[in-house]
């Protein structure tokens, strides 16, 4: 017995060493640390706005300083306390911040901060808050009498700090007049009202807002530069968040434009639509509704102020759609009525329609109508002749290239009202030029990196050019961080351009910053555009559902 333990030992001993061994030779395992320390976003919000990006950052060396409103929102009379805000910052993984960033903090002197990398370096900063009042120019007009003694008026072009006023040579601007919208709190060197004379080369104009804000802008005539082909000078008309207009959680669906009217439209019980100057973004009434307990998803507008809402309409229902010649129209007329059953051809459990809707042409005239059919690669058609619906049943298309299933908005945008129109398509995997002849992809937009979703799309014609108007979503499944991009797609060829060839700049003509909301897992968003001044500019607007609408003008004016 002993000799058989004493053999035993010796086995677990020898057992032990081969052991001790090979874990003398194996690498040991360890986490490489990041030895980096610096901020890459920063940025402060308020009590209840936890997540929204209010004020922004700019870093210089080790200085941040915090651009805070002197109110939130800037209309309003409350003012933000520095005493009392949330701050949000970027970094590396396994870094940490001192002091924490947990809770409220206290700019209203110089805040220190210390970035420790996983290393254990360190980098320190100090956050300088810089509380502002509101100092933009919402608009601007110079009102003048021509030679036939005629009052014309013309908007100025705010590019930078200059603003721009078109003007033929020749006229005597020594008495006109200057009309604008600045900010409430906000006061202005000249008079709302006043003669000016901008027969003088430049005029300056200073606004002076709350915290000794103060911009000077430069008045200048110019005398116009029209381009030929495209866009020119840009400009941010407005951001609105889902806040500032009120948005109910996950309802706000889908915009359009009716005249000088921008329209919202919220899928609540009963659905709502509401009108804004679609220039300031201000509300200005509540459109009536026909549709009773039905809900609406989607409005479309045919460039002249008419417009069609549609219902949402599961397999089974009637679809139905009403005309409305203005904003204004409390009697709209029913153009559909359609017994809708979930063609046999589609598997998908869901199947319904009217989440999204597509028009082109004209409502007093020739034009087609589009109703995506949900979670299938199909779509409905109808046809507008003379201003009447020339079928009540739907022709029913169905896009061959695509996947089985396409998510539940996906988007269907002809390129012109032609029987066979090709037609550009935007789903759950792609966005793409189709052809209309064999409804099969001709051509995909490159991937963007990031991009984890295609959004709505819209497309206009503008200054001889083709535009198409995209919503990207970006990183996160929760679908709050959107990008509005302008492609010009004039020259068809040039759409599968990738970002990397030197020619991408003809396709992309504008990338927004990214625009953050709140969670919006049902990938709610849209874009429309229209245009303005005889089609001298184009107005582009994106919605993201939870997180509000941004608004941006271009223009045919040459910046030179």
Known sequence: MKRQLTQYIHTLTGLGLVCLFFAACKKPDFVEHNDKALISDFYGTIDGKGRERLFTSQTSKDTIYLNVDYY???ESDNEVDLKKLLLRASVPADAKITPSLDGFMDVSSPLPITVTAGTGEAKSYVVVARKRGNTDIKTIKLSYRDEEDQVNEVEGIINGNNVIFYILPGIDLSQATLTYQINRHATASIVNGARVDMNALKVPF???SAGDAQRTFSLEVREPVKLDYGIGIDRRLFVKTDTELAFENHMQTSLFVSGDYLVIVSRTNPSVFRAYNRFTGTFSHTIANPFGSRLVFQGVDDGSGQFLLGTYTPSGSNFVVYRYHDVF???PTKIIDYGYTKPTTIAAADGHMGRRLNFSGDL????????SISSSRFFLRWKIEGGQVVNNTPELV?????????GFIPEYVPVSTDHGANYFASTISEL???SGASNTRIVPFEPTEGVILPGSIAYQRFNQADYLAHVRFFWSYNMDRAQLVLFDVTNKSNVSLPVSSPNYGQLRMYESEHFFGKANGNS???VCMATSENGDRLQVYMLLTNG???AHEFTRYASN
């Not at 007093?364 to 109703?371: D, N, Q, T």
């Not at 169905?398 to 396409?406: K, M």
Request: overall charge negative.
């Open 398 to 406: 169905e896009y061959s290239s695509g996947n089985a299933s396409l």
């Open 364 to 371: 007093s005239g020739k034009g087609v109508l589009i109703a």
């Open 329 to 331: 129209d409390t009697n």
């Open 432 to 434: 793409a030029y189709i």
């Open 72 to 74: 939130y929102p800037v």
């Open 548 to 550: 509000g609408v941004l």
């Open 524 to 526: 709610g968003n849209d």
């Open 206 to 208: 200073t606004i002076t």
